[in-house]
């Protein structure tokens, strides 16, 4: 079984069916895949959408991703050492704390983020 964890923009786009999607569809739906979506993709998308940055219906991506079977991973306090040591080659926070996710896991990282693939081998780019 490989696990994934999906960027918060990779699970938008996956509720609107985005065409960038389709070239990991068949991977998403494997039955040797397991998904995670990150508890700090929920609240991402929460802060986001309370200050305007951000138009989605947060509960209907939490029963699309329930409906998928993809589990919700928790924030682990071992992530901040992997977090601390990133080095700083993009700003956005959020992403940063889930790519610290992916690596202690460990499990690959999908994104749409080029800048991301610099951190670590396990981030997938589409």
Not at 24 to 33: N, R, T
Not at 91 to 101: E, G, N, S, V
């Amino acid at each position: 079984m490989i696990h994934f964890l999906l960027d918060t923009n990779v699970v938008i786009w996956l509720s609107e069916d985005q065409p960038r999607i389709n070239q990991i569809k068949d991977l998403i739906f494997s039955v040797d895949a397991q998904i995670f979506i990150s508890a700090v993709s929920w609240w991402e998308m929460a802060i986001k959408v309370r200050t305007g940055k951000l138009q989605v219906d947060v509960a209907k991506l939490r029963a699309l991703a329930e409906e998928h079977d993809f589990q919700e991973l928790p924030l682990h306090g071992r992530a901040t050492e992997a977090l601390i040591n990133l080095p700083k080659l993009h700003k956005d926070p959020f992403d940063h704390i889930l790519l610290a996710q992916a690596i202690t896991e460990p499990m690959r990282f999908i994104t749409g983020d080029g800048l991301l693939a610099d951190y670590s081998s396990l981030v997938m780019v589409i």
